[in-house]
């Protein structure tokens, strides 16, 4: 299952938590991520990511080519709603793209975990 993981700058340590507390599951999975998040990850875990364009440079949008492409599975994107984003268009696209194609999108941390939690369940990590 492809998997990816984006996060606002003001949510990269929640990122890294998220990952850290969940790595057992996160790690039987094929992990995609933004630039800077992905870098930030693999510092702070052992999981393997492959990590494109920070989101500002296009790191979203490529993320948005692979879920059009039907080559994601799933997103997780810890978005900042209180702050301005200068790449808000890309967000919002890569939003958009994720409800045309049905692909299960969390965009803050609590959905993020029940859509983790249910992967561990299908995976027998529970």
């Known amino acids: ?18 990952a850290q507390k969940y790595e057992s599951v996160l790690k039987k999975l094929e992990l ?10 693999m510092e702070h875990t052992d999981l ?3 990590r494109f364009k920070s989101g500002p440079l296009g790191g979203d949008q490529q993320i948005g080519a692979r879920v059009s492409e039907r080559e994601m599975d799933m997103v997780i994107f810890l ?22 194609y049905e692909i299960p999108l ?21």
């Open 106 to 126: 969390a965009t803050n941390r609590s959905t993020a975990i029940l859509l983790i939690k249910e992967l561990a369940s299908l995976l027998g990590e529970d």
């Open 1 to 18: 299952m492809k998997v990816a993981l984006i996060a606002h700058d003001k949510k990269k340590k929640e990122m890294i938590i998220l």
């Open 48 to 50: 393997s990511v492959h």
């Open 32 to 41: 995609f991520a933004t630039g800077t998040t992905g870098t930030q990850i």
């Open 79 to 100: 978005r900042d709603p209180l702050t301005a984003q200068p790449h808000e268009p890309d967000v919002n696209a890569l939003i958009r793209l994720c409800d045309v």
